[in-house]
């Protein structure tokens, strides 16, 4: 199972972001989710929003961003994992989405997932993400109706985010019981990997997904580690290596 670590792009500074990317990058992680902090976040939890706000106040950037992601691309001694933008329309509508998806791609981006993609918008979207080299992952959640689910699935490339729970991110005690079905049920639909996301922190999750899912996502159990660095209560240094240590439980538990 593909363990896919989710951190906030500028949270609280780009220099931490790169040294977190080289961090999870050694511990093998599969794919790395980087969101793009937004000012009016969909679906996000407060720890997701809170790092949003944290890299908001340090003047977070598009565009630096993309050039440090460059860099680090051209920088010999990384090799990092696939990367996934989490980013709203808005942010690409504003920068140009022609100019967005060709510099997301030229950073190093392999794919896009856009929670507030427009459903008449996604056609043509998933076709300028496509001559951009890019895929369209796109999201269904237990409440999206099947004939949606139908059209979702015929725009996205990539894999499936398959949200575990209706309602926000953040950290729960369990996955839902009907998470199995909804797996179960999406499988009749496409052939494209799912992965799972929200509210996933623990190994024991992992252990409900195995056989059902082909990959997760943890998002806020690791943001809410910058906010002890913001916090001043631990260096940079330790933040990172304890984020270190904890995708290397993490990545045992896709291990079985
Ligand atoms: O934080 P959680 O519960 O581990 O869930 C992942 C989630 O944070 C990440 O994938 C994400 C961040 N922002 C989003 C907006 C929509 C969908 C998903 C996301």
Known sequence: MAFMPFITAGDPDLDTTVAVLKELANCGVDLIEIGFPYSDPIADGPVI??????????????HELFDVLKSLSSDQTTTLPPLVGMVSYAII?????EKFLNEASA??????????????????FS??????????????????PEDR???????????????SVAGTTGVRDELPAELTTHLESLRQLTDLPLAVGFGISKPEHVDTLRGKADGFIIGSAIVKQ????????????????SIGNYASEMMSATRG
Do not use: M, W
């Open 93 to 97: 509508f504003r920068y140009g989405a």
């Open 149 to 163: 689910t139908k059209r979702i699935v015929q725009t996205a490339s990539g894999f499936i985010y398959c949200i």
């Open 49 to 62: 929003q809170e790092s949003y706000t944290r890299a908001l106040n340090n003047h977070f950037q598009v």
């Open 127 to 144: 076709q300028k993400t496509q001559l951009a080299n890019l895929d369209l992952v796109q999201l269904v959640s237990p409440l999206t």
């Open 226 to 241: 910058f906010a002890a660095f913001s916090d001043s209560n631990q260096t940079r240094a330790e933040v990172i290596s």
């Open 107 to 124: 950073a190093g981006f392999s794919g896009l997932i856009v929670p507030d993609l427009p459903g008449d918008e996604a056609l043509e």
